[in-house]
């Protein structure tokens, strides 16, 4: 009887595991050269992003914006397996943001960024020096964004369609927690009687 429980709870347990393997069809985002987060001094010719699967072309598009939203992606990207790269135009040192949003083979889109500082870049526009007309008060400049301190976000911010299998794996875990807690409670009990 102690057998027939433990597979009772057991098979009812398979059933809640085996739908988090249609997730591993969704692509995700593996690394990326300048790696997210990252401060550089040199501008890369290039941005490269890697993936866990080769991207459709037809169905990624990626953008490159710099400091007060310039665009920043220097031509279309090319693709070569699971890497895509796209030319990099830099402008003034400050946060750069690389969009992605690329198809997966089980047809959810998976769309996230990469963040990285430019430390130097081309300069900014100095504020006018015109002469005030007599009796204006002089305005402040504002801080320009070149100047500004940026702080990159600490990782990649992937969203993906699938609802949120984690919670998921939670409850798989628990149920087989539970089971072979029963099972065993199960199997001293048959044994002391």
């Given at each position: 009887?102690?057998?027939?429980?433990?597979?009772?709870?057991l098979?009812?347990?398979?059933p809640?595991?085996?739908?988090?393997?249609?997730a591993?069809?969704?692509?995700?985002l593996t690394?990326s050269?300048?790696?997210?987060g990252?401060?550089?001094a040199t501008a890369?010719k290039?941005?490269e992003?890697?993936f866990l699967?080769?991207?459709?072309?037809?169905t990624t598009?990626?953008?490159?914006?710099?400091p007060?939203n310039?665009?920043?992606?220097?031509?279309?990207?090319t693709f070569?397996?699971?890497r895509v790269s796209?030319p990099?135009t830099?402008?003034?040192?400050?946060?750069y943001?690389v969009?992605?949003?690329i198809?997966?083979?089980?047809?959810?889109?998976?769309?996230?960024?990469?963040?990285f500082?430019l430390?130097?870049g081309?300069a900014?526009a100095?504020?006018?020096?015109?002469?005030a007309p007599?009796?204006?008060v002089?305005?402040?400049p504002?801080?320009?964004p070149?100047?500004?301190a940026?702080?990159?976000?600490p990782?990649?911010?992937?969203?993906?369609?699938?609802?949120g299998?984690?919670?998921?794996?939670?409850?798989a875990?628990?149920?087989?927690?539970?089971?072979?807690?029963g099972?065993?409670l199960?199997?001293?009990?048959?044994?002391?009687?």
């Amino acid at each position: 009887m102690a057998r027939g429980l433990l597979v009772l709870v057991l098979a009812a347990a398979v059933p809640v595991l085996l739908p988090a393997a249609p997730a591993a069809a969704h692509n995700s985002l593996t690394g990326s050269d300048p790696k997210n987060g990252a401060r550089v001094a040199t501008a890369p010719k290039r941005i490269e992003l890697r993936f866990l699967a080769s991207p459709a072309p037809a169905t990624t598009k990626i953008t490159v914006t710099g400091p007060d939203n310039v665009p920043a992606a220097g031509g279309a990207p090319t693709f070569a397996g699971n890497r895509v790269s796209v030319p990099f135009t830099p402008g003034a040192a400050g946060l750069y943001i690389v969009a992605y949003r690329i198809g997966s083979a089980d047809g959810h889109p998976v769309s996230g960024e990469v963040r990285f500082t430019l430390t130097t870049g081309t300069a900014a526009a100095p504020p006018s020096t015109s002469a005030a007309p007599s009796g204006a008060v002089p305005s402040t400049p504002a801080a320009s964004p070149a100047t500004s301190a940026v702080s990159p976000a600490p990782a990649a911010d992937e969203v993906d369609s699938d609802g949120g299998t984690g919670w998921l794996w939670a409850v798989a875990v628990a149920v087989a927690l539970v089971a072979l807690g029963g099972g065993l409670l199960l199997r001293r009990r048959s044994a002391r009687g």
